[in-house]
């Protein structure tokens, strides 16, 4: 499947931790990586590879793949940390090899 | 340190053509994937196509097969996403993005974007 659901919004309160998903069929065989996008700013990669982290990128942020669900884990949330989140996989196996997810506005 | 700067924004007229560019700096450009991404007004990403500079190896979504044409020119390190006859629905962000060497993968560095505006 090339669709990847995200919700469209998740609320949380500083400090506490956010969980953003990332639906798609049998997702857990596939590679997912994450990005953050705040306003009027380009999208900045997060996770690659289910779980690392590019050099510069807190340890709040971590990453988790399993079955048909990916997730993106914000612990101790800052107020800085709203933006929209997006998951992507790439499957060079398929027509649709790049997908975005729809993205999740994370509220702080 | 890697850089994409893209080209300024555009305004343009519909049936009009546009070429915008992506000038990459701080890595081997010809050995990693550079790609497009679209972003409407107000809605999310959407990934367009990517190609390998080293042998111009290009790969669209089906999408945009047929809607654009994504080239490069390795002597300016240089990608360029381009159109021949633009519409309205063609308004809006339009970021590029470095990916992987032996598979695109995921986008690790990002152009700030540039803006294209179709109106009549």
């Known amino acids: 499947s090339h669709v990847l659901t995200q919700p469209s919004s998740v609320s949380v309160a500083p400090g506490k931790t956010a969980r953003i998903t990332c639906g798609g069929d049998?997702?857990?065989?596939?590679?997912v990586h994450w990005y953050r996008q705040k306003p009027g700013q380009a999208p900045v990669l997060l996770i690659y590879?289910?779980?690392d982290r590019p050099s510069g990128i807190p340890e709040r942020f971590s990453g988790y793949n399993s079955g048909n669900t990916a997730t993106l884990t914000i612990s101790r949330v800052e107020a800085g940390d709203e933006a929209d989140y997006y998951c992507?996989?790439?499957?060079?196996?398929?027509?649709?090899?790049?997908?975005f997810g729809g993205g999740t506005k994370l509220t702080v | 340190e890697v850089q994409l700067v893209q080209s300024g924004a555009e305004v343009k007229e519909p049936g009009e053509s546009l070429k915008i560019a992506c000038k990459g700096s701080?890595?081997?450009?010809?050995?990693?994937?550079i790609g497009w991404v679209r972003q409407m007004p107000g809605k999310g990403l959407e990934f367009m196509g990517v190609?390998?500079?080293?042998?111009?190896?290009?790969r669209y979504s089906p999408s945009f097969q047929g809607q654009v044409s994504i080239s490069v020119d390795t002597s300016t390190r240089t990608a360029y996403l381009q159109w021949s006859s633009l519409k309205a629905s063609d308004s809006a962000m339009y970021y590029c993005?470095?990916?992987?060497?032996?598979?695109?993968?995921?986008?690790?560095?990002w152009g700030r974007g540039t803006q294209v505006t179709v109106s009549s």
């Open positions: 992507q996989v790439w499957d060079g196996n398929s027509d649709h090899f790049w997908v």
């Open positions: 590879y289910n779980k």
């Open positions: 190609i390998y500079p080293g042998d111009s190896d290009t």
């Open positions: 993005g470095s990916g992987g060497s032996a598979a695109p993968g995921y986008f690790d560095n």
């Open positions: 049998n997702i857990g065989s596939k590679s």
């Open positions: 701080g890595y081997d450009f010809s050995g990693y994937w």
